[in-house]
Structures are given as C-alpha cells and as structure tokens.
C-alpha cells in the first residue's frame, strides 16, 4: 500500500519539471506562429505532433527495426561481457594475455569501425547489431570484472571453509556482490547500445530510425527529424525504464535502493 | 562431512584417543625477500575432544592467522596441523568459523544467511531449515528470519553469524574475535549464549580474543600469546564450574585468573 503523503510527494515531484515543460512548449509555439525563426530550422510543436501522428504506421515499422538491432546487441554485449568477465577472473592466464588488447581495442573510437563494418557486412541488420555490440560490451565487462573481484577475503574463507569450490563461490558470492554493478553498467550499455545503432544506420542502411534521420536530412525535412528523434528519445527512455526496473527488482537490498524500501515499509 | 586429506600413518593412534586438534612447530613468515616478517614461531598447541580452549594475546601476535592455518585457509610456512588424525592439506570442512566481521550478505534474509552453510554444502533443506529457525530462537533472534542484515544491530548481527556456523553440526567451531566489536552488555548475554550452546553440543572450540574475562568466561584452557612473532608464552586451565554466570567475575578465583593471564601478557 502506498499511503498518502508517498503520493503526495510523487506528484510534487513531477509538477515541478512539468510546468517547465508546458512553459517551454507553448514558448516554442508561440515563437514559431510568431515567426521568430523559420520553420524549416525549428517546426511548430504541433506540427511536429500532426506529423507524428500521421507517420506513425511508417515509423513504427522502422522503430521496430532499430529496436531490434539495440536489443540484440546489448542482448550480446551482456553476455560476452560478464562470461568474459567470468573468464578473466577464473583463469590468470587469459586475464593477462586478453585484457591489454581489451583496453586497447576501448580506446579505439569504435564508431570510426562503422564503414569497415559495412564492408565485411553489408548494408543489412548485422553491422547494426554489432556497432551496438561494440559500443554496449567494454562498460558491462569492466563492471562485472570489478564486481565478481570486489569480495573481501573472509567471505571467501568462510564459503571455502563450507566446501565451496570456483563455481559456488561465483554463484553465491561473486555474482550477486557483482549484481548492483553489473545493473549499472546495464544503464550506461543500453543507451551506448542505442548510440551504436543509430550510428550504424547512418553509415549505411535502408531502413531504421537512423536511416530516416538521414533521410529527411537530405530533403530538409526538419518536421520528420523532429518526429523520427522523439521515437528514438522514446525507445531509449523506455528500454532504460525496463532496465531501471528489472534493477529494482533484482537489488533490491542494496544500500542504493534502500531508502525506497524503507519508505514503502515505513 | 569427511576432511579431504591425507592420513597420517601411525602417529594418531598412538597419541592419545581424545585429541582433537594437534599444532605442532608452526611458523608462519608473511612476505618475502627483505619485508619478511615473523608472525608464528614455533607454535605447539593440542585441544582435547570438546574442550573449549581460547587463545588470548595482544593485537597483531599472530592469532588470527593460527587461527586460519588451523581452518586449512592460510598455509603454514612450517610445521603442521592435524584434525582428528588427519593432516590438514586444504580447507577444512568440518568447521564452523565466525570471524570478526558478521559477513552476513545483504542479498539473503537473516534465516537464508543461516542457511547459506546448507546451500552450499547442499544439506536438507527441510531440516536444516528447522534447525536453522531454532537455533535463531536460542540466541533471542526469533521473529528476525525474513528481516535482512541491515535491519539488525551488530549484536544480533554477529549472534546471527555464530548460527550460520552452527548449522551443520561440525565438530570444530573456530571464532575469531567474533564479539570484539560488541558493546559490554551485549557481548556478556552473546557470551552466556555461546556458553549455553557449547554446553549442550559439546564440539571442540577454538576462540580468539583479546578479552581477557571473555577467555575466562568461557574456556577449558586459555593460551596466551606473546606479541610478534607470535609465541605461546603460557597455559592457564579454568577451572571455575560451569555453567558460568557474569555474577563470577566478581569472585576472587576470577579475578585471581585475571591478574595472573595479566600479569603473563605483560611480559
């Protein structure tokens, strides 16, 4: 149960950046059917709205396609980045022979890989997913190597001392003092997702939100470039809420989330 | 559970049938080349078949770290230990150990904290769930079973902790300064509690303090340490009656045990 001064705060807290955003808004409005700069550098809000609206049977085809390309490369960033994390920390070998050529291969801006990719792959959905791949990996697998290490001695002893080997030892221990971190990191890949995949649709591609930023690019079309950044800006705000709430859900008892707790309970 | 390790040939059998835990000429360096340093000289220490012995020295003598070679979790640079006959090689398993930190992990309620020893060591779970909620009773944690860590005071916290080593019916319990954080009050009703425990279980254990009334309180045998490199300078026998109530620490053989274990620290 929620009581009520709990929402009564919750809609304190969103009355505040809502009345700047209608401000903002009708100020926009006004300065664009006022004439104060052209429309085809900052289009009316409602008529980027009427275009949305109108477009939405085409663009959600395309969000499709991008959400796809996002979803599975942070789907494949994820895993190669905490079995690899697994891996670093398990075997003392791979760590030293992999991990300076990760750090390097980080340094390489990754999206100057794009017309590479491109070249090995096409123009299709697979250089996509692996822009998103490449920019969602390194910050997933840093944090959970820093997260499966981060155990402090007498929690190992205690758990060697129960008989545990390697694998109990990273299923009850490392993996779940890893978990708080990991979901960090999981915030920062998913938007770095989003980022690899648009930038691959800009480099080449038919179809996807990126491709129809270009697109209404190249004919001025500045109302679609609004209409097609609010779809991104959306998925992004949703696949992150996802995230924000899976977090919550799975860490629940960590220090970052208990005052929520203990404002629900209290 | 068996302890995976060699069986010594003849000496256990021929030493006496009781003793539990035999350390014999253990020395433990830390560090190597010039910043070697001498924490363990020439240790020997024997603990008897469900005696209650406490090793009692000043910080920094070594005594945690015999406490860990004695667990099998940090080797020894010479010398050796045996359990039950057995030289010990790798971690021991027939233990339960409470060190100085709780080590209660926030991700598992009170009761799944307790339970972590039979989720490891893959026990009933029905069982041990049973004897995990009673063995919270004894130590006034009834009620607290779904409350996470952070919801209890460090006295709970620890009484906790000392469940959780409890679990499994070892036949060692090992503890590490495990009140030293505690508060007077607290730690005399955790102390009445272990002793309650350790009266009705009889396992062979293994305190490190440096208390020295806790010692008192609560052993057979007290061992005291010299300051590094950690030697035992000398052994002291309780002999006060059990069970033991706080009101003896006011009786003159008490405090007699007090001065003399003071006296020997000192030097």
């Known amino acids: 149960m929620i009581k009520l001064p709990a929402i009564h705060r919750f809609l304190e807290n969103l009355a505040y950046p809502s009345v700047l955003f209608v401000l903002s ?4 409005e006004l300065g664009a059917r006022l004439g104060w700069f052209p429309s085809y550098l900052l289009p009316a809000p409602t008529v980027i709205f009427e275009r949305l609206i109108k477009t939405v049977g085409l663009l959600s085809h395309h969000a499709v396609v991008t959400s796809a390309e996002i979803l599975l490369g942070f789907a494949i960033a994820v895993m190669v980045g905490v079995l690899l994390a697994v891996v670093i920390v398990f075997v003392r070998a791979v760590d030293r022979a992999i991990y300076p050529w990760l750090v390097f291969v980080q340094v390489i801006p990754k999206v100057a890989l794009g017309p590479l990719l491109v070249v090995w792959l096409g123009f299709g ?9 490449l920019l969602a990996f390194f910050p997933v697998m840093i944090s959970a190597m820093i997260g499966f ?3 402090e001695k007498d929690a190992l002893f205690l758990l060697r001392s129960m008989g545990a080997g390697q694998f109990k030892t990273l299923l009850y221990l490392r993996l779940p003092t890893a978990l708080p ?5 999981l915030k920062v890949a998913i938007t770095l997702a989003t980022v690899g995949a648009i930038v691959g649709e800009f480099i080449g591609a038919n179809e996807g939100l990126g491709y129809v930023l ?3 690019n ?3 079309d500045t109302a679609l470039i609004f209409v097609a950044l609010t779809w991104i800006s959306a998925l992004a705000l949703l696949f992150y809420g996802a995230i924000a709430l899976l977090e919550r859900s799975f860490v629940r008892w960590h220090v970052s989330h208990r005052i929520l707790t203990e404002l629900s309970t209290g | 559970m068996k302890i995976r390790s060699i069986r010594q040939p003849i000496m256990a059998s021929l030493e006496s049938e009781d ?3 035999e350390m014999r000429a253990l020395t433990k360096f830390f560090g190597v080349g010039v910043g070697t340093m001498k924490v363990l000289d020439n240790v020997n220490l024997t603990v008897r078949n469900g005696e209650f012995v406490s090793v009692l020295g000043p910080s920094g003598c070594g005594k945690s770290t015999l406490l ?9 640079s010479s010398g050796s230990v045996s359990v039950s006959g057995d030289i010990v090689l790798r971690p021991l398993t027939d233990v339960g150990i409470v060190f100085q930190r709780d080590l209660l992990f926030d991700w598992r309620t009170i009761l799944g904290n307790v339970m972590l020893q039979a989720d490891i060591r893959g026990l009933d779970r029905k069982l041990s769930r049973e004897k995990a909620v009673s063995l919270l009773e004894t130590v006034g944690l009834k009620g607290f079973e779904s409350r996470r860590p952070w919801e209890l005071s460090g006295g709970m916290r620890q009484r906790a902790a000392l469940c959780r080593a409890l679990l499994h019916d070892a036949s060692v319990l090992l503890m590490d300064e495990p009140f030293g954080a505690l508060d007077a009050i607290t730690r005399d009703q955790i102390n009445l509690d272990l002793q309650a425990i350790w009266m009705r279980e009889k396992r062979t254990a293994v305190l490190v303090t440096h208390s020295i009334s806790e010692a008192i309180f609560l052993s057979d045998r007290i061992v005291v340490m010299s300051p590094r490199p950690g030697r035992i300078a000398c052994e002291v026998e309780i002999n006060l009656p059990r069970p033991r109530t706080v009101q003896m620490r006011d009786m003159a053989e008490f405090i007699g045990y007090q001065a003399k274990l003071r006296e020997s620290i000192m030097h």
Not at chain 1, 125 to 133: D, G, R, T, Y
Not at chain 1, 181 to 185: N, T
Not at chain 2, 68 to 76: D, R, S, T
Request: glycine share 8%; aromatic share 12%; no cysteine.
């Open chain 1, 25 to 28: 808004v009708v100020f926009w």
């Open chain 1, 125 to 133: 959905f697979l250089p996509k997913v692996l822009m998103a791949f």
């Open chain 1, 149 to 151: 290490r981060s155990i």
């Open chain 1, 181 to 185: 971190v990991i979901f960090g990191s």
């Open chain 1, 214 to 216: 270009v697109t209404a």
């Open chain 1, 218 to 220: 190249g004919v001025l």
């Open chain 2, 19 to 21: 003793m539990h835990i």
């Open chain 2, 68 to 76: 860990m070679i004695l667990a099998g979790l940090v080797l020894p």
